[in-house]
């Protein structure tokens, strides 16, 4: 489970409550016009833009933004330095079976097993990273629609109430009431759009980042085994993915080491 995720999204609408809580009563803060011209109208001008699978599966994989973990990246280096130091030995016929913590690693490896060459690996490995990048893209393309499309809703509901408030003005104590439910529309938009929509929105193209990083790990360390490289000269390689701090840190402990 992604905490920051879910404690920013949480925190943020229990922060918004207790405003209205503290404030004049929360019925005031419910229309169920505005919801449906916002929540409603919202979501499908957003299908409009896309497919009913696109649409769809953004909502299936907006679950990444909750709950979402990748192997750390020094972990996957001493992994991948073990499958190399197993190929040297055994040949990659020793890694037949063999289980490791990454789906997408599991099929290099049993294209090591198979005897594909390094640039076959590298280019259906390739192809399946950039179809997991367009997955994760176009569930962020849809969130990243919502929160453009939602205030924009907004306006338009605050426009028709003004329209209805304003062809009724022969009550002036009406006005005010009125106002506040027009007003209403703009508030569920940037509430939708700015809560919920666009965090969303980023924490998939983040996710999105990270794993196509894995990845380029992974095809990197597999290349490198079908090409017969040292695994010292592989693991030095892939400390080039490490940040900064934990890269210098493995050099001094191999300075002192040596």
């Given at each position: ?179 506040a439910v027009a007003l209403l ?74």
């Amino acid at each position: 489970m992604d905490f920051a995720t879910l404690i920013g999204l949480v925190g943020a609408i229990m922060l918004i409550a207790s405003a209205v809580i503290l404030g004049v009563s929360p019925e005031v803060f419910l229309n169920p016009a505005s919801l449906l011209i916002v929540v409603g109208g919202s979501l499908l001008v957003v299908l409009a833009k896309f497919s009913f699978f696109q649409f769809l599966d953004a909502f299936k994989v907006a679950a990444r933004a909750f709950k979402f973990k990748l192997p750390e990246t020094q972990a996957s280096i001493d992994e991948l330095v073990e499958v190399a130091q197993i190929a040297r030995k055994q040949g990659v016929l020793g890694l037949e079976g063999r289980d490791v913590s990454s789906p997408f690693l599991a099929q290099g490896i049993q294209m090591l097993v198979d005897g594909q060459d390094a640039n076959t690996i590298k280019q259906l490995l390739n192809k399946e990273r950039l179809m997991t990048l367009d997955h994760n893209r176009s569930g962020a393309k849809v969130f990243n629609a919502l929160a453009d499309v939602a205030p924009a809703m907004g306006m338009i509901g605050t426009l028709i109430g003004l329209v209805q408030m304003l062809s009724n003005m022969e009550d002036p104590k009406s006005i005010g009431p009125a106002m506040a439910v027009a007003l209403l529309t703009t508030l569920y938009g940037a509430m939708i759009a700015t809560m919920i929509a666009t965090p969303i929105a980023d924490k998939l193209s983040l996710r999105m980042t990270e794993e196509a990083r894995m990845q380029s790990l992974y095809i990197d360390a597999l290349v490198a085994i079908q090409e017969g490289t040292n695994p010292r000269i592989i693991e030095q390689m892939l400390s080039s993915y490490l940040p900064p701090k934990e890269r210098a840190k493995n050099g001094e402990a191999e300075t002192a080491s040596d």
